[in-house]
């Protein structure tokens, strides 16, 4: 295991009726920003319980923020901000409204253009506290320090970190996902496995707790992904989803090990080219990242097929190329069975993919990417071929 230093920071109020706790989260004398997106929250009663919440207390709010928020639409919040004296942001929602109000709390207090922060990786030194009612579990984002934000300008999709973002709080509660559209609940589930796989699925460093940890997400995320998506009103499967989610991104699964991260790198372009949601992107890309990379990955791979997937190479005579082979089929029914694609062609996509594909990971000097920087530009070419 490699040395590390972990902290998550983020309190946690998990279940039904927990929104109410903002008002005590929240210090009485802020100016609260109360942010979210296109409006879903006030056709499933989350907003109207954040103003039962807020009721004593002075708030604003900016509404709008899109899926795979822009720097155009934020730009206009961080104004918002510093003209009403904002010290306390509350986003509602989902991992858009959440990133685009990191973006936003970091932006209102950078002395220069904001999206240096992205575009430059230029240090953020402090950010306007924030606060998270999380209404869609998927990326982690209510208690890590990422977020990802797009320039429709120039078709970029880019990521920062700071510690000064990471949410003080996040309000868990599961009934959220009932209002969700079935295709955010399979984006949802798809996007917090692959994130476990790009923190577990490279080679092995003896990190016991890390790989045990990440195999219970993952085999959490099969069965009651599977569940939730049959039936929405399970409840210990809205809960075990939702707080697979959390776990997948919070820091504790990649503390010490090796990560890969290059399946995100070119899905955030297929997004930023073709508007394809997130993990629509990450259904497409894995299978074939795994395929493509197996020897680098051949121990990793082996050791999920047999803990996860219940696939070993003596079901194959030995015959290791198989083995892996199946892994993949299983991992791709399992996306199949959450009704995620996992084709361009699904999306009348086609060959002519490639090559803008490649050239914005080459303007973003992407050309070296995954946990040895073995992924290569020909490598990302036959991943793209592989998964037309
Ligand atoms: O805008 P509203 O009206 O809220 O509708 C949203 C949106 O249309 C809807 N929705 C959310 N909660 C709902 C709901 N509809 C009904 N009922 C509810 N309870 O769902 C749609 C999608 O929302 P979005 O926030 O875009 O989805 P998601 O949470 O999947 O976030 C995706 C974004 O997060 C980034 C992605 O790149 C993408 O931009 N990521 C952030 C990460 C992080 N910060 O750590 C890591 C991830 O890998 C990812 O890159
Ligand atoms: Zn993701």
Known sequence: MFNFTY???????????????????IPQ?????????????????????????????????????????????LAHAIELVN????????????????????????????????????????KVT??????????????????NSFAVVSKKATNEKLAFGSEHVHPKFAVLDPSVINSLPQKQVTNGI?????????????YPVDAKIQDRFAEGILLTLMADGIKLINDRSDEKARANVMWSATQALNGLIGAGVP??????????????????DHAQTLAIVLPRMMSV????????LLQYGERVLAITAEQFNGDIDKTIDAIIDKTEQFFASVEM??????????????????AQLTQLKMTKMGENQTVTLDKVKAILTASL
Do not use: C
């Open 7 to 25: 902290s998550n920071p983020t309190r946690i109020h998990f279940g039904e009726q927990q929104i109410a706790k903002i008002a005590k989260e």
């Open 29 to 73: 004398s802020a100016r609260v920003l109360v942010t979210y997106g296109g409006g879903s929250i006030k056709s499933n009663g989350i907003y109207q319980q954040v103003e039962q919440a807020l009721s004593n207390h002075t708030w604003f709010e900016f509404s709008g923020i899109e899926p795979n928020p822009s720097l155009e639409t």
């Open 83 to 122: 003209k009403e004296g904002i010290d306390y942001i509350l986003a509602v929602g989902g991992g858009s409204v959440i990133d685009g109000s990191k973006f936003i709390a970091a932006g209102a207090h950078f002395d220069g253009e904001p999206w240096d922060i992205l575009a430059k990786q230029a």
């Open 126 to 143: 402090s950010a306007i506290d924030l606060g998270v009612v999380l209404t869609l579990p998927a990326t982690g984002s209510e208690s």
């Open 190 to 202: 798809v996007d917090a496995f692959v994130h476990v796989m790009e923190q577990y699925l490279t």
């Open 259 to 276: 990560q890969d991260w290059a399946t995100h790198g070119i899905g955030h372009q297929i997004t930023a080219l073709y508007g394809l």
């Open 293 to 300: 990379m197996r020897a680098e990955k051949q121990a990793k």
């Open 341 to 358: 694609k996992t084709r361009f062609s699904q999306y009348q996509l086609g060959e002519d993919v490639i090559e803008p594909i490649i």
